[in-house]
């Protein structure tokens, strides 16, 4: 990436997810994988990455169940999760079609896309045997 700001630094990412694509930054230089997009790999400080596109496959890291939600418009609970990509980086994101008692460290998740309030998010839900 050339010209880095504020704008066009997440701006690529989120076209992507409204095209239902999950992507993250990959370092050039190095080729650490990263996130959140930061204006230079917090590898080794090189400007030069680029997005590449994400299976969307990964593994829960860490988990947080939220009983007290927000507000309006949140499910209840609310689970967060850190999932650890097969690429090599994690993202924050909410976890759902899951079960409070079946979740865990280590369980296999799949991006999932869905619109809320006129935005396409990307969120995780359990991978289950393909139907
Ligand atoms: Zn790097």
Redesign the pocket.
Known sequence: MSENNADTLTSEFWENIERKKLVRPV??????N?FSPQV???????S??IYEESNGNGKIYSYTVIHRPMGDGFPNPYIVVDVDLEEGWKMYSQLLNCEIDEISVGLEVEVIFEKHAERTMPFFQPRRAKK
């Not at 370092?27 to 650490?32: K, P, R």
């Not at 230079?40 to 090189?46: A, I, K």
Request: charged share 10%.
């Open positions: 370092c050039n230089l190095c080729g650490n990263f230079v790999c917090p590898d080794c400080q090189s030069d990455w």
